[in-house]
């Protein structure tokens, strides 16, 4: 990439290249214009490392070409953007994964495209003319939503650069999914092979301006995918509450912000879904979560995407105020409960980053060594919970959940671990009635330190240090 390569807009927002580590501008500057480099070249060659800290499945934010850097932009779905690499390459990249027992999972960005896209045409480009803007007789119209004739048309949440698709057309529909090589199924297929979809604004697709028939066309997506491959991952992102979308026909699973990320957030750093201040006590965070788990399908509830942050949220080693001791207590819950961890680029070196775009900083390679501590903590419960059969489909029990301390326990035949968290400053000493998961078990193992904990008569007494969790196994 090269300055002024090309315009993200018509003559406007040109490309901007900048060295690996300097700071993202903000939104409405140059956020979406700045390139610093990375591609998929650069992440296979980081496969030994991701292998050896535990990762067994990349999620990847959009890579289809797109003029901005983040990509929800989409110009052309049946191709790697140039700046990330070839078709070939990508192939390689899954091939390789694939070699090594790991997955891959795309981004779906199929609820609205770019101006750019030769469809719309939004800055007449195309030399036959055809494109729908300004163009009422193009053969591409009800490709989007326009207001008749005029050049009014519906944009992704009211934003005019990403105008939102007609799942009314035919055409629409087979080329994103019903299609014999629409979209889905495409990338599904030899010689990409890819393991899930993550559907971008789900809730937000269907029929008009609304999201009419909405459930109809989830269960549409999730037929293509599985019609190819039919342990393809579903995923959704839903800011909100997603049990509709969770009862077995439509997801596998959601990003999981309503019943992980949000309680989380509120109990461990006292940020509210705006990132306001909240209180949050022990008693009301476990029944937050057990009232959302409680709405979906078991099944459903071991394939949740649990994360503690994302490319839309803040970091949260930021709303933690930088707190180390916050952030390994919630990494510790976040890979003990019930769900898919998940954890963003960085977290492994302490990573910080305010509000999107401050959260999408290149990664620091060069901290790698001088916090070898944290990629020990990161690799320490990725081997847990690759080797627990209890924390991958067990069972969960509450154990204690009071003011600042809670306790939980995951239990699969005579496989228990139990996760205890103490976000209060002051060590806390809790008796955990053991005698309710059933088990035998009267002696564990801490996950960090390996000190000796027992049980006696279904009861274990155990002491959690302020500002801490503790891993029992």
């Known amino acids: 990439m090269k300055d002024g390569e090309y315009c993200l807009q018509g003559n ?3 490309a901007l290249a900048k060295p690996w580590g300097e700071p993202v501008s903000e939104h409405g500057t140059n956020g979406a214009c700045e390139f610093y480099g990375g591609d998929l070249k650069g992440i296979r060659d980081k496969l030994d490392y ?40 990508f192939a390689d990249l899954v091939a390789d994964l694939h070699q090594r027992g790991m997955k891959i999972v795309l981004d779906a960005v199929f609820n609205h495209t770019s101006l750019n896209h030769p469809w719309f045409d939004g800055f007449e480009r195309r030399e036959d003319g055809l494109g729908a803007w300004k163009n009422p007789s193009s053969p591409y119209r009800e490709y989007y939503q326009f207001d008749g004739d ?38 599904l297929r030899p010689p990409y092979g890819i393991d899930g979809w993550r559907f971008d604004v789900i809730h937000m697709l269907g029929e ?38 969770l009862q077995g026909d439509q997801e596998d699973g959601a990003m999981n912000y309503y019943g992980f990320a949000h309680p989380v957030r509120a109990f461990f750093t006292g940020l509210d879904i705006s990132f306001d201040p909240c209180y949050l006590n022990a008693e009301t965070f476990a029944a937050w979560l057990m009232e959302a788990m409680a709405k979906v399908p078991w099944q459903n509830q071991l394939s949740q995407l649990n994360q503690l942050d994302s490319h839309d949220t803040m970091r949260f080693l930021t709303m933690a105020n930088s707190d180390e001791a916050t ?21 492994e070196v302490a990573m910080e980053g305010g509000h999107d775009p401050d959260n999408r900083r290149t990664f620091p390679w060069e901290q790698l060594d001088s916090r070898d501590d944290m990629v020990a903590f990161i690799n320490t419960l990725t081997t847990l919970r690759r080797e627990s059969n209890a924390l991958q489909s067990g069972s969960l029990q509450w154990l204690y959940a009071k003011g600042d301390v809670l306790a939980f326990a995951r239990t699969l035949g ?12 002051d ?3 809790i008796s955990l009635p053991l005698w309710q998961t059933g088990t035998m078990q009267t002696c564990f193992s801490t996950l960090f330190g390996g000190q000796s904990v027992k ?4 009861e274990l007494l155990m002491t959690v240090e302020g500002k801490s969790a503790q891993v029992l196994w």
């Open 150 to 187: 005029s050049d009014d048309y519906v944009g992704w949440n009211g934003v005019k650069s990403l105008p939102k698709l007609n799942y009314l057309n035919q055409a629409v529909r087979d080329y994103f999914y019903q299609g014999e090589n629409a979209v889905i199924k495409h990338w």
């Open 208 to 245: 008009g301006e609304g999201a009419t028939n909405n459930a109809h066309y989830v269960k549409a997506f999730r037929e293509s995918a599985k019609s190819v491959n039919q342990d393809c991952y579903v995923l959704g992102e839903h800011f909100f509450e997603a049990t509709q979308w």
């Open 12 to 14: 406007e927002k040109p």
């Open 414 to 425: 005579d496989d228990i671990v139990i996760c205890a968290v103490n976000r209060g400053e």
């Open 327 to 347: 952030l390994k207590s919630a990494l510790m819950f976040l890979f003990c409960w019930v769900g898919v961890p998940c954890i963003y680029y960085g977290t």
């Open 427 to 429: 060590p806390a000493t």
């Open 50 to 89: 991701l292998q050896a800290l535990g990762v067994t499945t990349l999620y990847l934010n959009p890579i289809f070409t797109a003029p901005s850097n983040h990509k929800y932009d989409t110009s052309d779905y049946f191709n790697i953007d140039p700046h990330l690499g070839t078709n070939q390459e």
């Open 455 to 458: 049980a006696s008569d279904g």
